[in-house]
């Protein structure tokens, strides 16, 4: 309950339904109790009796399963009914009348010796289907239920509320005979689910959806509830499911731009950053790329506008020595609106940047791409040259012109293969596509992992699964979404799932 009013869950896509790792919320009594269209069950105690089936509808059979709790997956149960003795499975008498020749008809009663039992048997768990049946008779004894119900219990907690921390299943079973049964369980396996909610502001109720708009190296972090401890222990993450859907543009960042550093590099009128590179022919089949812009992490205070361009090398000797002067491949111009706080404090961000008229960039040659200021300042992030993961760019260099003729190597320190933190963008062909999403798992160990998948989600929600492999995260997971593409995307039915106290898988 929150502000004295029971606070409902909401989901903006369509096809992802609640119930779908509902019984994940228990954690959470305002969200477990907001499902919509869910059973009310009680706890009740184990029983030897047996309970009375009423011949020719379904019978009610409440049966407690002990460990199991409301917001269990289960994995694998198995399930055996014990036939009580007691009153056999009686069948009506038959009427037959035969006539032989001209004789007179003779009427003889058929009525089978009543077999002890159950006749025609049939089991389901509300509200679901029935999972199970068996024709003919079944005699007082155990009989094993041949089938895994997982998926049927999986269903049913989903659809039932449990308050008194154990879970009852309710069966509903059918018979053309009177009788009396026990359910008895075997083999029960299951993980335990913690459903994500986040709170909306604007109507007080809890979303269990995230709407995400993404520009090319945008980061987003989602941090998770935390699950509480088991048996005083965090509890062994075995994996992360959610539901990804979204809509993005063809293009695609071709390089991973690196964690901050911290330093910077100022372009304004005086200073110009020039980034020269060599793709490899190895990482591109197509023996190239058709290179549309290119994205930046900027720092800035005010207003600025830059320029920039792409020129091959000037072919001074070296493979990279420095960009020519002549005509440019292609070229841009982009405005910076000054940082909307006002406060003019610098702030950061990823900036694309699309150029006029795109350009094709043959691997094995060498390009320059050269930003300078027009007008104002801002500052290029940089990266150290350890932090440069194997990808499709096998040489680089950076350079920086102070207004003069000469560009000089940018250094930090005694590294003289600095980094700036930018990619190129191009359009992907069917041989060196890249997708739209790379979804990581934060668990605050930075030696655990790493734990991501990749995704490129259209309209229609598809699965994403990370698993992690039983890590812990005492302080609480965090989902880190990262783009190689501009566009929005949901993410929905964020499910952790997580071991019981006792180490079953």
């Keep these: 309950m929150t502000g004295g009013r029971l606070m409902a869950v909401k989901t903006g896509s369509p096809a992802m339904a609640l119930v779908k790792g509902g019984r994940g919320l228990a954690y959470d009594v305002a969200a477990y109790e907001s499902r919509d269209q869910v059973m009310i069950i009680p706890a009740v105690t184990i029983t030897l009796a047996g309970t009375a089936l009423t011949p020719g509808q379904e019978t009610e059979v409440l049966v407690p399963l002990?460990?199991?709790?409301?917001?269990a997956d289960v994995k694998a149960i198995r399930a055996t009914l014990w036939v009580l003795p007691g009153q056999a499975a009686t069948q009506e008498p038959s009427t037959v009348r035969v006539r032989e020749g001209a004789g007179a008809e003779r009427t003889f009663a058929i009525a089978a010796d009543p077999r002890p039992g159950l006749s025609n048997v049939s089991i389901r768990l509300a509200p679901g289907e029935v999972f199970w049946s068996r024709s003919g008779v079944l005699e007082p004894g155990d009989h094993p239920i041949p089938v895994d119900f997982a998926a049927q219990v999986n269903a049913y907690l989903d659809a039932t509320a449990h308050h008194e921390g154990t879970v009852s299943l309710r069966f509903l079973i059918r018979t053309d005979t009177p009788g009396q049964v026990l359910i008895r369980f075997g083999q029960l396996v299951f993980t335990l689910l913690q459903t994500q909610t986040w709170p909306n502001d604007l109507d007080g109720t809890l979303r269990a959806d995230r709407n995400l708009t993404l520009g090319h190296h945008s980061e987003v972090r989602l941090p998770l509830s935390v699950i509480a401890p088991l048996d005083g222990h965090p509890p062994a993450l075995a994996r992360i499911v959610m539901e990804v859907s979204g809509r993005f543009g063809p293009e695609r960042s071709l390089e991973d731009t690196g964690r901050p550093a911290g330093e910077f590099c100022t372009l304004d009128v005086d200073h110009a950053l020039a980034r020269g590179l060599v793709l490899d022919p190895a990482g591109l089949p197509a023996g190239g790329v058709r290179c549309t812009g290119f994205s930046i992490h900027l720092r800035q205070s005010g207003e600025a506008e830059l320029y920039a361009e792409l020129q091959p090398d000037a072919g001074q000797g070296d493979l990279l020595s420095a960009p020519a002067t002549g005509p440019p491949l292609t070229k841009a111009n982009v405005v910076l609106a000054a940082p909307p706080d006002g406060t003019g404090q610098p702030a950061e961000r990823v900036v694309s940047v699309r150029f006029d008229e795109p350009t094709e960039l043959r691997a094995g040659l060498p390009y320059w791409l050269v930003i300078k200021g027009v007008r104002g300042a801002a500052q290029a992030g940089l990266r150290a040259s350890a932090d440069v993961s194997p990808g499709p760019v096998l040489e680089e260099r950076l350079r920086i012109n102070r207004g003069g003729r000469m560009w000089k190597q940018v250094r930090r320190g005694g590294d003289d293969r600095t980094r700036a933190r930018m990619s190129l963008i191009y359009v992907p062909g069917p041989d060196d596509g890249r997708a739209a999403l790379d979804v990581a798992v934060d668990t605050g160990d930075p030696a655990a992992g790493p734990f991501r998948a990749l995704a490129d989600?259209?309209?229609?929600?598809?699965?994403?699964?990370?698993?992690?492999?039983?890590?812990?995260?005492?302080?609480?997971?965090?989902?880190?979404?990262r783009s190689n593409a501009a566009g929005e995307c949901t993410i929905a039915g964020v499910i952790q799932e997580y071991a019981p106290a006792d180490g079953a898988p």
């Design 66 to 71: 002990p460990g199991l709790r409301p917001n």
């Design 457 to 481: 989600p259209g309209a229609r929600p598809e699965t994403l699964a990370i698993a992690l492999g039983g890590v812990t995260a005492p302080d609480g997971a965090v989902l880190v979404v």
